[in-house]
C-alpha cells in the first residue's frame, strides 16, 4: 500500500519472508549430537580415535559456519516485507521493529524489472533487491522518488476510503 507524504512515500510490502533453511538446521542439529558423540568418545576410546572424532567435529563445524555465512551474504540487501520509508536519494527499511536506512549515492542506479527494483552501483553489482509491491505502479513510484522526480498520477494510484 503506497501513501504519499509530504517528503516522499509510506510503502507496505507484501512479499514473502526469506525462508528458514531446514537443511542448515539439521546439518547444526547433527553437529550437536556430533558433539555429544565426541565427549563420550573421549573418554570411552583411545586417545588416537579420540583425536580424530574431535578432528571430523572441527571440519564440520568449519563446514557449518562458511554455509551459514554464504547464505547470509546470499539474503543481504534482500528486502520483501515491512515498511518503506522512500525520499529522495534514501530510503528506511522497517521491518519487524529494526530500522535500516539505506543512503544512495550519486553513481547507483535504481532500475526497474515489473513489480520488483534493484539498486546497482557504478560497476553494476546489486546493492538492494527490492520486492513485494502490490502493484507496478508502486513500484514505478519508488523509483521516481528514490531519483528525485516529483511523483504524479501516472506513477500512483490512490485510493481514497471512508473511514
Given amino acids: ?3 504519499l507524504t509530504d ?3 509510506k510503502i507496505t510490502l507484501q512479499g514473502a519472508p526469506a525462508v ?3 537443511g542448515l538446521f539439521w546439518f547444526g542439529f547433527a553437529l550437536l549430537i556430533g558433539a555429544i558423540a565426541v565427549a563420550m568418545a573421549m573418554s570411552l576410546l ?3 580415535l579420540s583425536i580424530g572424532a574431535l578432528a571430523l567435529l572441527i571440519v564440520g563445524s568449519f563446514i557449518f559456519n562458511r554455509q551459514r555465512q554464504q547464505r547470509k551474504a546470499a539474503l543481504s540487501g534482500v528486502i520483501s516485507t515491512g515498511t518503506l520509508w522512500v525520499q529522495a536519494g534514501k530510503l528506511i527499511h522497517d521491518n519487524q ?3 535500516a536506512t539505506i543512503e544512495l549515492s550519486i553513481s547507483d542506479k535504481v532500475t526497474l ?3 520488483q527494483l534493484q539498486i546497482l552501483d557504478a560497476e553494476g ?3 538492494y533487491h527490492i520486492s513485494g ?3 507496478v505502479q508502486e513500484a514505478k513510484a519508488t523509483q521516481a522518488i528514490l531519483q528525485g522526480q516529483a511523483v504524479t498520477k501516472r506513477h500512483a494510484n490512490i485510493k481514497m476510503s471512508d473511514q
Avoid: H, Q, W
Fill in 113 to 115: 524489472f515489473g513489480e
Fill in 125 to 127: 553489482t546489486r546493492k
Fill in 46 to 48: 583411545s586417545e588416537r
Fill in 20 to 22: 528458514a533453511d531446514n
Fill in 1 to 3: 500500500m503506497l501513501k
Fill in 133 to 135: 509491491f502490490d502493484s
Fill in 7 to 9: 517528503d516522499g512515500a
Fill in 97 to 99: 521493529g529494526k530500522r
